[in-house]
């Protein structure tokens, strides 16, 4: 049991737990076929519910995934494996019509109903099932009050709301400038923009994965692995002083972690050049400054005459970049995670004199 | 009741983001309906902001201090904020224009930490500001549900 416990607190290790997050992924939509079938369904909630429970015969697991604020998460985990299961599974089934000449089955089974008294009267037991389940869920597990508030006691970890710690795990690689601000205004704007740059006017309306195979696999990553694996990871995951800890780890406010994170001038002008820092900070950071440029208004017009030029045909100028600009936004953060495992790199442009690191 | 407020809220977190992944993955964002969409997204972030602006009344030692973590962001907003890049170029002479008693974060918390006037602010914009503007756009939303041919169905 030790070993086991061992091997699942070395496996949620950041770099592991994203990286096996991403091998799920590329599992799921490459063995779509295989994943559609209903024992692969069974077998994966199963796999779930039986990991949690016997994990709760652990103390330690006990003790964080039990706790009443943290019960949700645990039916979020649930539920969104559910659910893009389902997803897939009813992609493949509609692909598998699709391809055989029918349409998709959403549009055989039309499932219109008259307002009254169908639709009525299925809102009227929805309603009652969701304010029974809400009561027992109430009835059963109290909501936490803890100590009034007292500013002079920090409690560690402080952690923000629970829908916000996908965001506070990006301050572990980006300024908060970045991470709090700007990242999450482009989520918002990409997610407003999405209709507008998604030309393809095929698969409106009903599941199919063959129909928008990139659309599709962008979201789920940035959706599952970017944003619901990273709030897993930061409300079960991370302990005092934002440090990891494994599923099964006590949490240590003594746990000490090295951090020799280095930025990337100091790569350049002390590592490779052996030279000193220069003190102006223009021409120290000059090369970061210059891989930020090139990453941002560079890359997408190499993209455009190379691998993406069927796309930039498609949508043309504007909607190309205004895609390619927000698509690059986004892989930003695995890309500094990757930096950051890889190099230990700490910022690619760091101008503390004014607040603006990269 | 207290618990079906709070269990309550953090279910609604969910469900709206299950209703987005649902909406993505059966397309029903593109026209005609790419407008209701973009409502659905500002609707989101309103919910969100609903849970978040609740977190704070119970005034315990979670919510102050999830709260204090959350709106820290917002002094490092570019240029509004105190510790934001380039705020420090916005002054006049030798006088900051941008400092911890008039940026974004202060803005947010009607103070430079989360004290009564954050208490107070949130508690209005909880109870009042928010709910309005969510129940307009809810309005919006399903009046465009309805004309834009139902629910993620093919049309």
Not at chain 1, 17 to 29: K, S, T
Not at chain 1, 322 to 350: D, E, H, Q, T
Not at chain 2, 63 to 69: D, G
């Amino acid at each position: 049991m030790g070993v086991v416990k061992g091997l699942i607190n070395a496996l949620t290790r950041p770099e592991l737990f994203f990286g096996l997050a991403v091998v799920a992924l590329v599992l799921v939509i490459w063995k779509r076929e295989w994943v559609a079938s209903n024992t692969v369904g069974y077998a994966l909630l199963g796999g779930l519910a039986v990991f949690f429970i016997l994990g709760t015969f652990d103390f330690n697991f006990r003790q964080i995934v039990t706790k009443p604020d943290n019960v949700p998460i645990v039916g979020l985990i649930f539920l969104l494996a559910f659910f893009v299961w389902y997803s897939i599974r009813e992609a493949v089934l509609n692909d598998r019509r699709i391809a055989a000449g029918h349409g998709p089955i959403e549009k055989a089974e039309s499932d219109r109903v008259w307002v009254w008294p169908d639709l009525v009267y299925t809102e009227l037991i929805s309603l009652i099932l969701c304010s029974v389940v809400l009561i027992v869920w109430s009835i059963f597990l109290k909501a936490p009050l803890e100590q009034p508030a007292n500013p002079a006691n920090t409690p560690n970890p402080s952690k923000a709301p629970w829908y916000f710690l996908g965001l506070q795990e990006m301050l572990v690689y980006f300024d908060p400038w970045l991470a709090g601000v700007v990242l999450p205004g482009l989520i918002i704007v990409g997610l407003i923009c999405i209709p507008y740059v998604d030309k393809n006017p095929k698969g409106n309306g009903y599941f199919t994965f063959a129909e928008r195979k990139a659309e599709i696999t962008i979201f789920l990553f940035g959706f599952v692995v970017l944003w619901c694996s990273l709030i897993v990871l930061g409300t079960f995951l991370r302990g005092p002083n934002w440090n990891f800890f494994g599923p099964f780890e006590f949490w240590d406010i003594h746990k000490l972690a090295a951090l020799t994170n280095v930025n990337l001038s100091e790569y350049v002008w002390v590592r490779a050049l052996g030279t000193g820092l220069p003190s102006n900070w223009f021409i120290r950071e000059i090369f970061g400054i210059l891989l930020v440029l090139f990453y941002v208004f560079a890359l997408p017009v190499i993209l455009a005459k190379g691998m993406l030029k069927a796309y930039y045909a498609k949508l043309g100028a504007p909607r190309y970049y205004v895609a390619v600009g927000l698509f690059l936004m986004m892989l930003s953060l695995p890309v500094k995670m990757l930096a950051r495992w890889l190099f230990n790199l700490k910022y690619i442009v760091a101008i503390g004199e004014y607040f603006f690191n990269i | 009741m207290r618990e079906m407020h709070r269990w309550g809220a953090h279910a609604m977190v969910i469900t709206v983001w299950l209703h987005m992944f649902r909406v993505f993955m059966t397309g029903s964002y593109k026209p005609p309906r790419e407008f209701n969409w973009s409502v659905g997204v500002i609707m989101l972030v309103l919910t969100l902001l609903l849970s978040f602006t609740g977190y704070l009344l119970p005034w315990d030692q979670l919510a102050i201090w999830a709260i204090t973590v959350g709106s820290g962001m917002a002094r490092a907003t570019p240029f509004l904020g105190h510790e934001g890049p380039g705020a420090s170029l916005l002054r006049l002479g030798d006088v900051p224009l941008i400092h911890a008693y008039d940026d974004a974060r202060f803005a947010l918390l009607g103070g430079s930490f989360v004290g009564e006037g954050a208490l107070l602010r949130f508690y209005v914009l909880h109870c009042v500001g928010l709910p309005l503007v969510i129940g307009v756009l809810m309005a919006v939303h399903f009046w465009r549900v309805r004309k834009d041919g139902g629910i993620s169905g093919p049309l």
